[in-house]
């Protein structure tokens, strides 16, 4: 699980499926899904959705990159599902996510860890597909 779940973290951008993830780790697909969430707390598609998004929370406080360009960078095909996606994650659009992280000071006294901790969106309460 471990070995497919680092494959997700590599190459979260690329188009990846069951398939080649159950290879990666050495199981049939059916027992690939059901594994990965009793470890991991969510399915693979949730996981790897989940990543992307944090992927392009990064890059909307970071760049100045267009929404768009974000958008494909970190793996959706379609403007309109990676704003629904973030959105379900966030709890707010992309363009709302930026706004709101530039209003916000740059310095902190809390720990860097803390804050990407805090800031890291959960897959608790988000509606399944």
Not at 45 to 62: D, G, I, K, S
Request: a positive charge.
């Amino acid at each position: 699980m471990l070995r497919a779940r680092d494959m997700m973290d590599r190459a979260y951008a690329e188009p990846l499926d069951i398939p080649a993830l159950a290879r990666i780790a050495h199981v049939s697909e059916a027992h690939f899904i059901r594994t990965f969430r009793d470890t991991f707390g969510e399915t693979p598609h949730q996981y790897l959705r989940r990543r992307r998004v944090e992927r392009a929370m990064f890059l909307l406080q970071e760049t100045n990159r267009s929404i768009t360009d974000i958008c494909l960078e970190v793996g959706f095909n379609s403007l309109g599902t990676f704003s629904r996606t973030f959105r379900q994650i966030v709890g707010e659009s992309p363009s709302a996510y930026r706004a709101r992280m530039a209003a916000q000071p740059v310095t902190t006294p809390v720990p860097i860890c803390f804050i990407k901790a805090w800031r890291r969106p959960s897959s608790f309460g988000e509606a399944t597909p």
